[in-house]
């Protein structure tokens, strides 16, 4: 195991090092959290399907696999549905904006409002908790290295995320999950996808030994199916994580063709998780949990030093979403609730980095607390999905393409489903597929009719966004130039 750890102790200090050299190229804003909008196609592409594939998609998706066989890749094939359809419908759009969050692309649609600052709200909970489900990820990873106690391991992977990416914010973000793009290729698709189907003893093997609905493309069911393209696709098309890695591109070329690319990669990722799971079936047929499967194949079947790189790919696939989720979460907290309650005083560049740094080192101290004291993952993440999709989609991709929705419809839209969800969880049950189904529904209703009655959108509000749109807005003015590549 000496030389496992090695491996892992190299990574981390490389993390560190990392983290230390962005932090001398990100001396604005701009630079420090969408890195200048200046990375060219493989960054970006790297970058994005990182931050995308997660300790969920790595180890949650061989759990599935594990569970259901290849229809296990579904949740996770979702994930890059998202993503190929942002990046080749709405992804050239929104990096012409030019802006930071989410909820400042509702401040221009709609000309401002209270919508802003509650869906900076709903916002802010759910990259908080997807950064805190990501950050216990660790307790499962560092077990298996070191045996280590559960609030050691979150407190020691929280750390070191929460250091590189305060220092160098998404300069230092973007190096570290471009690193951790190429240990995931290597450790999960090159090293341990053609192991485990090896020790299994081939794909004959693996139908012989397991019922052929294993082997069935729909057999996880079809209700499980439509309820991971309501979550996670729609989900990619609006998230703040997603969104601010979108804001990086150079240009929106970068951003519709790195995407799909990226998005490209997390279909074959999905099939190969769901696959080393259906391998890890027959070699283990009764773990007493499915996620487990995951530490066991690599535990056991791996050889030394292959072992430590397949973990510093779980490694990898936690900290990319953790600290995408951490930035996101710090930028949503300080420039849509914080600087707005505070009536946004004017701020000096070196100041703005400052207080973005602040923010995450703050955020980053809360998801650590957070993951210390949570009980139910699942069930705090479902809560955040379930209001980001019930309550933002409708007025969020309203806004994109139909030019009648107003600030009104768009408050409507967002308290009516946000609502909607609270109280349908509340009667069904957290887990329960009705409160997303109904809330959106709900949504939906409320911003169409709400909208309908309501006097248009000003003419002036509407004309300064397709400026905005198509680049050619003044307010660009401000934002540094990007550097030749």
């Known amino acids: 195991m000496a030389v496992d750890y090695t491996v892992i102790v190299v990574y981390l200090a490389g993390m560190l090092a990392m983290g230390w050299w962005g932090m001398r190229r990100a001396r604005s804003k701009s630079e420090f959290l969408v890195a200048g909008r200046r990375l060219g196609p493989s960054l970006y592409s790297g970058t994005m ?60 649609r709609y000309g401002g409002g209270r919508a802003g600052i509650i869906s900076g709200v709903v916002m802010w909970a759910y990259t908080l908790m997807l950064a805190v489900t990501s950050t216990i990820a660790y307790a499962t990873i560092f077990d298996v290295l070191f ?55 081939g794909f004959s093997e693996m139908k012989a030994q397991l019922p052929t609905e294993y082997f069935d493309p729909l057999g996880i069911g079809g209700e499980t199916i439509f309820t991971y393209v309501l979550i996670y696709t729609f989900g990619m098309l609006i998230g703040q994580d997603i969104w601010q890695r979108v804001f990086t591109a150079r240009s929106d070329r970068t951003a519709k063709w790195g995407g799909t690319v990226a998005g490209t990669y997390c279909l074959a990722y999905a099939l190969a998780g769901a696959v080393i799971g259906t391998a890890a079936r027959v070699l283990y047929p009764k773990l007493g949990s499915a996620d487990d499967a995951f530490a066991t194949i690599v535990k056991d079947e791996l050889p030394v030093g292959v072992r430590g790189l397949v973990l510093a790919a779980a490694l990898a696939a936690v900290m990319s979403t953790s600290s995408g989720a951490l930035i996101a979460c710090a930028t949503v907290a300080n420039n849509d609730i914080w600087s707005r309650l505070r009536g946004r005083a004017a701020e000096g ?31 705090a993440l479902t809560v955040a999905y379930n209001l980001l999709v019930g309550g933002l989609l409708v007025p969020i991709l309203g806004g994109l393409v139909w030019k009648r929705g107003t600030v009104h419809g768009a408050l409507a839209s967002v308290v009516v489903g946000g609502l909607a969800v609270i109280v349908l969880m509340a009667t069904y049950g957290i887990l329960a597929n009705e409160p997303v189904y109904y809330g959106l529904l709900a949504s939906l209703a409320a911003y169409l009719a709400v909208s309908l009655v309501t006097p248009a959108t000003d003419a002036a509000v509407l004309t300064a966004w397709r400026e905005r749109l198509a680049g050619r807005s003044p307010e660009l003015a401000s934002e540094p130039v990007p550097a030749p590549r």
């Open 349 to 379: 560049e070196r100041d703005e980095v400052q207080g973005n740094r602040a923010f995450i080192l703050l955020m980053g101290l809360a998801v650590i607390a957070t993951a210390i004291a949570i009980d139910n993952v699942v069930e």
């Open 147 to 201: 045996d280590m106690p559960r609030t050691v391991a979150i407190v020691l992977g929280g750390s070191i995320v929460v250091a590189y990416s305060t220092l160098g914010g998404m300069w230092s973000i973007t190096l570290t999950d471009m690193v951790q793009f190429v240990v995931k290729t290597v450790g999960v698709l090159l090293l341990l996808l053609p192991i485990a189907v090896v020790k299994a003893g």
């Open 49 to 108: 399907a990182a931050i995308v594939l997660g300790g969920a998609s790595t180890i949650g998706g061989v759990g599935l696999g594990y569970q259901y066989g290849l229809s296990g890749a579904w949740m996770v094939f979702t994930i890059g549905l998202g993503l190929l359809v942002l990046s080749v419908f709405f992804s050239a759009r929104i990096a012409r904006l030019k802006v930071y969050t989410v909820s400042e692309m509702l401040d221009l």
